[in-house]
């Protein structure tokens, strides 16, 4: 099977610009992403899944604390996300995040949600307290635990009468958008429609997402972006020790698991979820994981002698609102929102990393912003390596990062959609 995979842009495209006019763009002064690190994404009910997000993030936090080289203690806040709650503590789980990472307990930690966007959000918000002077360093995190997303009632309380309890797969209600009344794979479908993405070309897209991932993995390109899980006690001075628990007779957890040799015919043959193009080998895979990132001033990166020299600069990040039912469409406005004020075009940015919730979104996305394939998730997306909601925007801005240095370029924009109807970008530069 051979499918183009940057067919010619199509004369009646919709236009999606005029959703850039709500967005809000904020340039950072004095933002400088100095190293990070991430978990592997492990399939859902994996290795990962009895481990709380709270120490998936704090194994991140640890990691690219040490890979920063900079004293937690020079560090002035946390700002950690997560969507799914996934825990009886999680209430606590930025503060425990910051704690157990090593800060000292007069710096304050707070949670942030934006859906699929969180990670983003996490690191906008650090970017922000830098370029304020607020702090001199601020701890950026996205942890997620699909796996143990609860079975929930909301009414159980004050008791249920007989065949009246009310318990709900929280994974399954969270992809579900009661305000449109579809679930998020039908905003896909929507997207599939409006710019013409059939199947073939959704599995097209599907295929060299996981044939690059699968390169960039063998090639170990992944592997630098990964702090491999062991079983281990996080401590802390005044703290209960936290035990980081895998199953029974597994040493370690180093490699992202969904990713696979996966032929264009394999994924022919699923079928549609959403009845239409998308399927469950080219959507977003459900996975657990984590990452985190060091955003300092540009004084404290220059200070910091033993770690990695800095990865590059936080330049800007964008949030803009679209329909719910496309939100998928949701990186285009906040892209062409950022790029205007910055007054540059979609030319002068050498990498474009955009989270795929699904392969006919990621496609419709590329094709409106009309990036070439040979710029856009060069390392292959969330349908190869999976998408732990709030750890995605931590992944890509950290992914694409690294990908400029390896490569020698400049500039990248990193970005995803959030259910609901909304999308971030956010533009780095290599240092
Ligand atoms: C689409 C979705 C519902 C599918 O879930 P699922 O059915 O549990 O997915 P699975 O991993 O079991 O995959 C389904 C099938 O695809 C197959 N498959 C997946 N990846 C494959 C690959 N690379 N090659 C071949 N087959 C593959 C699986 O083997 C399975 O086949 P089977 O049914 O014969 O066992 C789920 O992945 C999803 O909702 N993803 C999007 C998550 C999301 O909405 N995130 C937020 C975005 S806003």
Redesign the pocket.
């Known amino acids: 099977m051979n499918v183009a995979l940057d067919p010619a842009p199509m004369a009646d495209a919709p236009d999606w610009s005029r959703y850039a006019e709500g967005a809000i763009v904020e340039t950072f002064a004095d933002a400088r992403l100095v190293a990070g690190a991430r978990t592997p994404f492990v399939d859902y009910n994996g290795a990962l899944a009895l481990v709380s997000p709270t120490d998936l993030g704090i194994h991140a936090a640890r990691a690219a604390i040490a890979r920063a080289g900079i004293d937690p203690a020079r560090i002035g806040v946390t700002i950690a996300g997560n969507c799914t709650q996934a825990s009886f503590d999680s209430l606590f789980f930025a503060r425990h995040i910051g704690l157990y990472a090593g800060m000292p307990d007069d710096r304050p930690a707070h949670g942030v949600q934006r859906l699929?966007t969180t990670g983003f959000e996490a690191i906008a918000q650090g970017a922000r307290a830098t370029s304020a002077g607020q702090v001199e360093a601020a701890l950026c995190v996205g942890t997620e635990s699909m796996s143990r997303a609860p079975v929930a009632s909301y009414t159980s309380r004050g008791g249920f009468g007989l065949g009246q309890v009310e318990f709900k797969d929280f994974l399954w209600e969270a992809?579900f958008d009661t305000g449109c009344g579809l679930p998020?794979?039908s905003t896909a479908e929507n997207l599939s429609r409006l710019h013409k993405v059939s199947r073939e070309e959704t599995d097209a897209y599907a295929a060299e997402s996981?044939a690059r991932a699968l390169a960039a993995q063998q090639a170990g390109r992944l592997a630098e972006e990964i702090a491999p899980v062991t079983e281990q006690v996080f401590e802390g001075k005044g703290l209960k020790p936290r035990r980081l628990a895998l199953p029974r007779k597994l040493a370690e957890v180093a490699a992202d698991t969904h990713v696979?040799p996966?032929p264009i015919e394999?994924?022919a043959k699923?079928k549609p979820?959403f009845g239409g193009v998308?399927?469950?080998?080219n959507?977003?895979?459900?996975v657990d994981g984590a990452a985190a990132v060091v955003v300092t001033t540009g004084a404290v990166a220059a200070s910091l002698g033993g770690g990695a020299a800095p990865l590059g600069r936080v330049v800007a990040a964008c949030a803009a609102g679209v329909p719910a039912e496309v939100m998928g469409i949701g990186p285009v406005p906040a892209t062409i929102a950022l790029l205007r004020r910055l007054g540059l075009g979609i030319g002068d940015i050498d990498l474009f990393e955009i989270n795929e919730?699904?392969g006919a979104q990621a496609e419709a996305v590329r094709r409106a912003l009309g990036v070439e394939h040979a710029r856009f998730n060069v390392n292959g997306g969330a349908i190869a390596f999976g998408?732990p909601?709030a750890a995605t925007g931590v992944r890509c801005v950290l992914s694409v990062m690294m990908e400029l240095r390896r490569r020698g370029l400049k500039r990248g924009i990193a970005g995803a959609?959030a259910?609901g109807g909304q999308g971030m970008a956010v533009l780095v530069e290599a240092a």
């Open positions: 699929c992809l998020m794979g996981f696979r996966t394999a994924l699923l979820v998308q399927t469950g080998g959507s977003s895979a459900i919730a699904f998408h909601l959609c259910g």
